[in-house]
């Protein structure tokens, strides 16, 4: 048995989370995980874009995690997200029939992702959003941030967040409407355009 001097700081082998990835395709996507409105339910949208690195190339292994409340504004709290076979233990992915708000989505190998949701309803004074959590390559935390989608330019000028940022930096966090009716979201994650981050304290 080979004995490890944790007190030796040289000695301690890193384990992933002090290790630049990519893990995240391992273990972390899962059936149905950007399905978060379940197909067929009215009032659907679809959120498009890539992930992009500073010197504007897709990154192909990145994870997003995205969360949002329904169009009432109410954050859901329900299961059904995820499943498991009792018999296997393995992934059986959504039920098909909760508004769970929340999902997890690989990029492709061309850094594309897409996300079909329930447009999200206004929570006190900010406009509506859904929150993102951004997972790749090179980074040892992950990254927050919002997608707004389009509204009324006083809707979206009222938000406290968006209301603190110059516009070109402001425009980072606004979806933009496709004409085959989807938004698009790139998440650009340094270099000219960055997209906005937050950090939570």
């Given at each position: 048995m080979t004995r490890i001097d944790t007190g030796r700081p040289d000695r301690v082998l890193p384990t992933p989370s002090h290790t630049v990835g990519p893990f995240y395709g391992y273990a972390l996507p899962f059936p149905g995980g950007p399905d978060i409105a379940p197909v067929g339910r009215p009032g659907t949208i679809t959120l498009q874009g890539h992930v992009l690195d500073g010197a504007g190339a897709p990154i192909p292994d990145a994870l997003l995690e995205l969360?949002?409340?329904?169009?009432?504004?109410?954050?859901?709290r329900v299961d059904g997200s995820i499943r498991r076979d009792p018999?296997?233990?393995?992934?059986?992915?959504?039920?098909?029939?909760?508004?769970?708000?929340?999902?997890?989505?690989?990029?492709?190998?061309?850094?594309?992702?897409?996300?079909?949701?329930?447009r999200p309803g206004a929570r006190?004074?900010?406009?509506?959003?859904?929150?993102?959590?951004?997972?790749?390559?090179?980074?040892?935390?992950?990254?927050?941030?919002?997608?707004?989608?389009?509204?009324?330019?006083?809707?979206l000028a009222a938000d406290p967040l968006l209301a603190r940022l110059?516009?070109?930096?402001?425009?980072?966090?606004?979806?933009?409407?496709?004409?085959?009716?989807?938004?698009?979201?790139?998440?650009?994650?340094?270099?000219?355009?960055?997209?906005?981050?937050?950090?939570f304290t």
């Open positions: 969360w949002g409340p329904d169009p009432e504004g109410n954050l859901p018999a296997t233990g393995g992934y059986l992915g959504r039920n098909g029939v909760e508004f769970t708000g929340w999902g997890r989505v690989q990029t492709d190998a061309n850094g594309h992702w897409y996300a079909r949701t329930l006190g004074r900010s406009a509506p959003y859904l929150s993102v959590c951004v997972f790749a390559r090179g980074l040892l935390v992950h990254l927050f941030t919002r997608v707004y989608l389009p509204s009324d330019e006083t809707v110059p516009r070109e930096r402001r425009d980072t966090l606004i979806a933009r409407p496709q004409a085959d009716g989807t938004f698009r979201f790139d998440v650009r994650l340094q270099g000219e355009g960055e997209t906005v981050f937050l950090e």
